[in-house]
């Protein structure tokens, strides 16, 4: 039983730190991870849209299976916990082989080691010359920018230069990476949340709505204090813009003015831009008032009559008046005006006026003349309602010229506390593949060899690169060929100093 267990432990591990599991694993986190950003995701993406674009059927089986929040579904968490793993026991399986390559290089090549090793070239030197050929090794090893050292084998000489082991390790950088960004994508998942926030002009609050129809308090509150909306020439939206406030125990601790991807980030929350529109409430409505001559009031008609007699001070007597719901303004000293309501969507039906709903429609504006004189009221509204409206019947004729809406913005808010983990991990891969493609682990050998035969001496180079090999293969001819012109360049010297000694003789 016992050998049973250990024999299903070992199996279990040997299939977790298989390479062929971790691919497989990853190619499913790959694929999840793309259907992530084809299927809408929520709460990114509004509901009437969702709805729009997936039949109720439909959206119920991606909401079942959470494909419509995939990077916080169990399953895929799940399914990055078994990468993680099968990459931590990969590496731990490879590790110990791969750190004595690292930490030990094989610096003197055995016979069999020589045999099998691709590119080699064997150059003839004088049997009584292994000096100069390891001579002429060395300066070509230097010429190539390498720093040769001399290795001794009992009464051997030999010479190992090496660029790049650290490239050996460039597949660990890669899994420590990928262990990054997975970690960091599970501290989301548990952790981490996304909501949204919509606040008017000038209101503040610190409850997020979050996708899952729950609501979470923050410790403290935040508030819109402007936002608008810049257009490019012909009209189109270019940006939105909000100027917020964070308010923490009654004061202002911090203030951004926010845009798309550039967000207010305070205590680990975001605060995105994500929306913007107007309210239904009206910020500033100017008017142009202009006594009616047709209303037989004394003071209208000194007020028609003044303007007329003094053109120059104001003409036609036109004021404009510049006030919000609830005000009142005095037209003259008989004469106030009431912006007594604005209706955003507003139907007519009986003769009465009604709101439709609270969404920007068919707006109207109400407003209400009051004549102490004549003692009543008239009512004005914009548009002029037929059967309705006393426009042309008050004591002045009001004209709008400029209504502004107050404005809402709509932010994203995220809790991610896992992002450090995410972008430590992008870098570090950036860093990790750099040394996979650019960096090659480059090796040279070269050491005087007897043949057991003829007992002729020659010089064995040889070299080796993990990867880009063709590319190496003829960086070692171009070595291979510099150390024969060595060689053949000190043959001739050591002639000519033959020649010139017995010359002398």
């Known amino acids: 039983m016992e050998l049973n267990k250990k024999g299903f432990t070992h199996k279990l591990w040997r299939t977790i730190a298989s390479i062929q599991t971790g691919v497989v694993l990853l190619i499913l986190v790959v694929i999840f991870a793309a259907v992530g950003t084809i299927v809408l995701q929520r709460p990114a993406t509004d509901p009437d849209e969702m709805q729009t674009a997936y039949s109720p059927q439909v959206l119920s089986i991606l909401d079942a299976l959470r494909l419509t929040d995939v990077f916080h579904s169990w399953w895929f968490l799940g399914l990055v916990v078994l990468v993680s793993l099968s990459i931590i026991a990969a590496s731990i399986d490879r590790f110990p082989n791969a750190w004595r390559y690292f930490s030990r290089p094989y610096k003197y090549p055995d016979p069999t080691f020589r045999r099998a090793l691709h590119p080699q070239r064997t150059i003839a030197i004088s049997n009584s010359d292994e000096e100069s050929g390891l001579v002429a090794a060395e300066r070509a090893l230097h010429s190539i920018g390498l720093k040769p050292e001399r290795v001794i084998r009992e009464d051997h000489f030999g010479i190992f230069a090496e660029r790049h082991r650290i490239s050996e390790m460039a597949v660990y950088i890669v899994h420590a990476s990928l262990l990054l960004i997975f970690s960091g994508w ?264 007897r043949d057991a035969k003829t007992g002729a001496l020659s010089l064995w180079i040889g070299g080796s690169a993990n990867r880009n090999r063709d590319a190496f293969e003829q960086r070692f001819n171009d070595l291979a060929a510099s150390v024969e012109e060595e060689l053949k360049t000190n043959s001739l010297t050591a002639l000519r100093e033959q020649v010139v000694t017995a010359a002398g003789n």
Not at 287 to 308: D, E, G, M, V, Y
Not at 337 to 361: C, H, M, T
């Open 186 to 449: 599970i501290i989301d998942g548990v952790y981490g949340w996304r909501g949204t926030l919509t606040l008017n002009e000038g209101q503040s609050s610190n409850v997020v709505e979050l996708r899952d129809g729950k609501t979470r308090t923050l410790p403290y509150a935040i508030r819109c204090d402007s936002a608008g909306q810049e257009n490019y020439k012909d009209g189109t939206p270019k940006k939105w813009w909000s100027k917020l406030a964070v308010v923490e125990g009654g004061r202002d601790v911090k203030s951004k003015e926010i845009v798309v991807n550039d967000p207010l980030l305070y205590r680990g929350v975001r605060f995105y831009q994500s929306s913007f529109g107007e309210t239904a409430k009206v910020q500033k409505l100017v008017i142009s008032a202009t006594p009616n001559p047709a209303f037989k009031s004394s003071s209208t008609l000194a007020a028609l009559n003044s303007s007329r007699q003094n053109p120059n001070s104001d003409p036609d007597n036109i004021k404009e008046i510049a006030f919000t719901v609830g005000d009142t303004a005095d037209l003259d000293t008989d004469t106030s005006l009431r912006f007594a309501e604005f209706i955003p969507d507003y139907a007519v039906r009986d003769g009465q006026v009604y709101k439709r709903s609270n969404e920007i429609g068919s707006p109207a504006a109400h407003l209400v003349v009051t004549s102490k004189r004549a003692g009543k009221s008239f009512d004005v509204w914009f548009p002029k309602l037929e059967e309705i409206a006393d426009n042309s019947q008050a004591p002045y004729l009001l004209e709008p010229k400029n209504l502004q809406l107050a404005h809402f913005t709509g932010l994203q808010v995220s809790h991610e506390p896992g992002q450090w983990g995410i972008w430590s991990g992008v870098v570090l891969m950036g860093i990790g593949l750099t040394f996979v493609f650019y960096v090659v682990h480059v090796r040279f050998w070269a050491l005087p060899v």
